[in-house]
């Protein structure tokens, strides 16, 4: 434990945790990516374009790719913002709330075989230190810049 760093334990368990879902994913014809942005557009509403990248924490252009693509695929259609003429709502099509349904199916499927091993006492202090660890990096408490003399 004492060799285990907390850096090598949240990468390792991320990759597990990308490799589990896009192999998942797969089986609707989907990645991982596809699933988490479908997931992240407002199925009623849409989501402004702009509005869809901060939500996701992904840059512009490797959301714009996935946009593209699964825009080619029938799932989203872009349409003019009503409340904005110079923005773009992402709606999803009805194939796309059926990938969206998947996407979500998988997740829950995910956390509820997590909490039948993970007790709520152990659960809730992986969020805490999560939120901690979130925490601790927004408010830049881990690496303190030094002014150079």
């Known amino acids: 434990m004492k060799d285990l ?37 407002d199925p009623k509403k849409g989501t402004p374009s ?6 996701m924490g992904m840059e512009a252009t490797s959301l714009s790719r996935i946009l593209k693509s699964i825009e ?13 003429g110079r923005g773009v709502l992402i709606h999803l099509t009805a194939l796309g709330l059926e990938k969206r349904k998947d996407s979500k199916d998988v997740v829950l499927r ?11 006492d152990d659960l809730l202090g992986f ?8 925490r601790l990096i927004l408010d830049k408490k ?3 810049k030094t002014t150079a003399n």
């Not at 702009?50 to 939500?55: C, I, M, V, W």
């Not at 969020?127 to 660890?133: M, Q, R, S």
């Open 50 to 55: 702009t509005a869809l990248g901060p939500k």
């Open 72 to 84: 080619e695929k029938g799932y989203i259609q872009r349409k003019p913002n009503p409340k904005d």
């Open 110 to 120: 995910f956390n509820e075989v997590v909490r039948e091993h993970v007790s709520d």
């Open 127 to 134: 969020f805490k230190t999560a939120d901690i660890i979130n």
């Open 5 to 41: 760093t907390i850096d090598y334990a949240l990468r390792a368990t991320w990759q597990a945790v990308i490799k589990m879902y896009n192999e998942e994913a797969r089986n609707y014809g989907l990645t991982m990516a596809i699933g988490f942005t479908l997931l992240s557009i």
């Open 142 to 144: 881990v690496y303190i």
